[in-house]
């Protein structure tokens, strides 16, 4: 998070992608002392939580320690430095617009093509109707296409994200290591939207060295 990219911290260069989407409220959720510093000097609000066993729940710790009310609130990972505001803009929406379909959390997908469907590192999404996620999968899924990546950022309504962080774990969670696949076997609907291709996060060394390669070239 404080890997420098372009004279920047990374964190604070997502807290910035994200201020562009125009919420009305962004905060980096964290534990650590180091990162709340850098957001801070940066001029990012800081939401202030203990040890987290993944995202979602540290924004779900952070939600209910701010005390806040909201429509939606939207979990970004803090490794997308490069995230699309467009495409938080949508994801939000798509809960926002679905309002009496029965949706309780949006995410976004971009189309995949068949030669990088069996990559398991790619997350692939079957649909059904009014894109409501049907399963989540590393293996390439519906059979024959059309493929789908999804796009790891995430809309909730207040009540979702706090049922999401106590639900027991799935079967399929367990064997697909996928957090959503325990959202859909305990009732909650996930709903789909289009969205640009997936930015680079910055999960390895690799990763970090891509992503400070296109800072560099515009």
């Given at each position: 998070m404080l890997a420098d990219v372009g004279g920047v911290p990374l964190v604070v260069r997502t807290w910035r992608r994200v201020t562009e989407a125009g919420f009305a409220r962004v905060f980096v959720a964290t534990d650590d002392d180091e990162i709340a510093a850098v957001v801070e000097a940066a001029g990012g609000e800081v939401a202030r939580t203990g040890d987290a066993p993944n995202g979602t729940a540290r924004v779900a710790a952070a939600f209910a320690a701010l005390g806040l009310d909201a429509d939606v609130v939207?979990?970004?990972?803090?490794?997308?430095?490069?995230?699309?505001?467009?495409?938080?803009?949508?994801?939000?929406?798509?809960?926002?617009?679905?309002?009496?379909?029965?949706?309780?959390?949006?995410?976004?997908?971009?189309?995949?093509?068949?030669?990088?469907?069996?990559?398991?590192?790619?997350?692939k999404v079957a649909l059904g109707e009014a894109g409501r996620a049907l399963y989540f999968s590393r293996a390439a899924i519906p059979h024959g296409g059309p493929f789908r990546v999804h796009v790891g950022v995430y809309a909730f309504r207040p009540a979702a994200l706090r049922a999401a962080v106590v639900l027991p774990e799935s079967a399929a969670e367990r064997v697909e290591r996928l957090e959503q696949l325990r959202w859909l076997a305990n009732g909650l609907a996930i709903r789909v939207v289009d969205v640009a291709a997936p930015a680079p996060s910055v999960d390895t060394a690799e990763d970090l060295e891509r992503v400070r390669g296109l800072v560099r070239g515009g």
């Open positions: 939207l979990n970004v990972q803090g490794d997308e430095p490069l995230v699309e505001p467009e495409t938080l803009r949508r994801v939000a929406g798509g809960l926002l617009e679905a309002e009496g379909a029965g949706f309780d959390i949006a995410t976004g997908a971009a189309p995949l093509s068949a030669a990088e469907a069996d990559n398991p590192a790619r997350v």
